[in-house]
């Protein structure tokens, strides 16, 4: 019994996982083609149904049911998304704090903060200031450095001088030593044996 129907089960399971695959390709596409379509969800039930044209003749309540709730879970999610974007981002306070400079900035008859209406002209007045105290302190920073690198250049150089001022005369001593070794050495090689008895 089981052996005449483990071929149809077979079929069945190949058949079922070919139909499930064409589901999920056929959803993606209608998603693509629903959300690159039109801005921003404007409903258009017509393109849905067309991607789904066997389901919307046999059932178009229920196809036009799918695609609201399609919508309505899509624009959710959406707004989901932008509510987190602004609440990481700070936004609602950003955008306060603008409104309030905003108007604050009609009661001032002085020059607006971009008076010549020209981003680079207008921001040097302020930053052209702020980098030039940058650079003077940069430059003192750099004379200090400069002076101390020079302090501990002349120690180090002192220092070499106090080490190399007594290598000749460790130089000379040695070699003394050396020559008195060598010539007692040789005057040893040199005694006769006879020499030694009377010693002894």
Request: hydrophobic share 35%.
């Given at each position: 019994?089981?052996g ?5 089960i077979?079929?069945l ?9 064409l589901?999920?390709k ?91 209406g ?44 106090r ?31 006879e ?6």
């Amino acid at each position: 019994m089981f052996g005449s129907s483990a071929p149809c089960i077979r079929w069945l399971s190949a058949a079922h996982k070919k139909l499930r695959s064409l589901f999920l390709k056929r959803n993606i596409l209608c998603f693509i083609n629903l959300i690159g379509s039109f801005p921003f969800f404007v409903p258009r039930c017509h393109l849905f149904s067309k991607c789904y044209s066997c389901l919307y003749k046999a059932h178009p309540e229920f196809t036009k049911c799918v695609y609201n709730q399609f919508i309505s879970h899509l624009q959710n999610s959406v707004q989901e998304e932008v509510q987190a974007l602004k609440e990481e981002g700070n936004l609602p306070v950003l955008l306060k704090s603008l409104d309030k400079l905003e108007r604050e900035a009609k009661d001032k008859e002085g020059p607006a903060w971009r008076p010549t209406g020209i981003p680079e002209e207008d921001v040097r007045g302020a930053v052209v200031p702020y980098l030039l105290k940058q650079r003077k302190s940069l430059q003192k920073s750099l004379r200090e450095k400069q002076e101390r690198n020079s302090q501990l250049a002349a120690t180090v150089l002192a220092g070499r001088q106090r080490i190399a001022e007594p290598l000749p005369l460790t130089q000379r001593l040695f070699w003394q030593w050396a020559y008195s070794l060598l010539a007692l050495l040789s005057g040893n090689r040199c005694r006769r044996p006879e020499e030694d008895g009377d010693l002894g």
